[in-house]
C-alpha cells in the first residue's frame, strides 16, 4: 500500500506530496497575507510568532504591535487551495493560497 501511495505522489510530481497541508503563505480578499511554517507563523502585521500547527488546522494569538493584538486566530483548511481564518471565533473568512506575481 505504501509502494502505491509513494508510486502515486511520484506521478503526480515534485511538492504533490506537501500539497495537502495548511504551511504556506495564505491571502485575504483584501490583500492581507501570512506564512506558516510548522509551528511559526508571520502574521499579517510582519510579526513572526509560535502558534499550535496540525496538518489542516492552525491557531495562534495576534501579536503585539499590529492590529487584532492579543486576539484568537485560527486557520482551517478546506482545500489545498482554501481555508477558513476567523478571529475570537467570528465568522470565518475565506483566504487562498498566495499567487506569485509575473509580468
Not at 480578499?29 to 509560535?50: K, W
Not at 487584532?68 to 473568512?93: F, K, M, T, W
Request: proline share 6%; charged share 25%.
Amino acid at each position: 500500500m505504501v509502494k502505491r501511495v509513494l508510486g502515486l505522489c511520484a506521478l503526480l510530481g515534485p511538492g504533490a506530496a506537501l500539497a495537502d497541508e495548511i504551511s504556506g503563505e495564505w491571502c485575504s480578499p483584501d490583500g492581507q497575507s501570512l506564512t506558516i511554517r510548522d509551528n511559526r507563523v508571520v502574521a499579517p502585521s510582519g510579526i513572526e510568532t509560535d502558534g499550535r500547527y496540525s496538518r489542516h488546522r492552525y491557531e495562534f494569538i495576534m501579536p503585539e504591535g499590529g492590529p487584532n493584538a492579543g486576539a484568537a486566530i485560527v486557520l482551517e483548511q478546506l482545500s489545498e487551495e482554501e481555508v477558513r481564518y476567523s478571529i475570537d471565533g467570528s465568522a470565518p473568512v475565506s483566504w487562498t493560497r498566495c499567487r506569485a506575481v509575473t509580468s
